[in-house]
């Protein structure tokens, strides 16, 4: 078993470089790496495999750096962090509701194709070999109509609500542009 103080001192300085990346407030960064370090300190009996130890740390890093964005929005801001709308949202809050409602109703106006690809693929879990063979189409295939699913419904997005990201593409933030959007019921 690795010691706290090894991995300490193995992740200190890659962890700050990390976290300053993503966090421009160099106190906050601070309070994030030894928070960092406290989960690592009490769950370092859950890690199974060390060889996996960079990429358990690392992980405990990306999600420590998501409460951090989460804790500073209001109830009215999404936080999706990490990931994006489609893929590993992070904790749903009251505030994402309205988000989601709006991407769900917006599946609704994708052509037929489009719309099973999305669900198949995205809310069903089916891989793109096995959205393939359900639909009869070439892996290929299948890849290209998720893929043209996904930028249809990206464009409803964006024409519906503005989003800020942060550098890894990430959501941080979305307001609509207008009231009454024909996709969503924003107020």
Known sequence: MVSISKIW?????????????????EYDAEDILQEI???????????KDEDKLQSWIFQI?????????????????????PGDIM?????????????????????NYLPDKYRQAIMLSEFEGL???????KLGLSLSGAKSRVQRARKELKGLLTDCC????????????????RK????????
């Not at 890659?14 to 990346?21: N, S, W, Y």
């Not at 420590?64 to 989460?70: E, G, I, N, P, T």
């Not at 891989?127 to 063979?133: N, S, V, W």
């Open 9 to 25: 001192e193995d992740f200190k300085e890659p962890l700050k470089h990390f976290i300053a990346g993503r966090v421009q407030n």
């Open 37 to 47: 370090f406290f989960k690592i300190h009490s769950h370092i009996g859950s890690l």
């Open 61 to 81: 890093a990306r999600n420590s750096v998501a409460d951090y964005y989460r804790r500073r929005k209001s109830g009215s801001q999404v936080s999706l962090i």
């Open 87 to 107: 893929h590993e949202p992070a904790e749903i809050t009251d505030g994402d509701h309205d988000i989601v409602k709006c991407l769900r109703s917006m599946i």
């Open 127 to 133: 891989t793109q070999r096995e959205l393939a063979e």
């Open 162 to 177: 503005q989003f800020e990201f942060d550098r890894l593409g990430n959501i941080l933030d979305y307001r609509h542009k």
């Open 180 to 187: 009454n959007c024909p996709h969503c019921e924003a107020d």
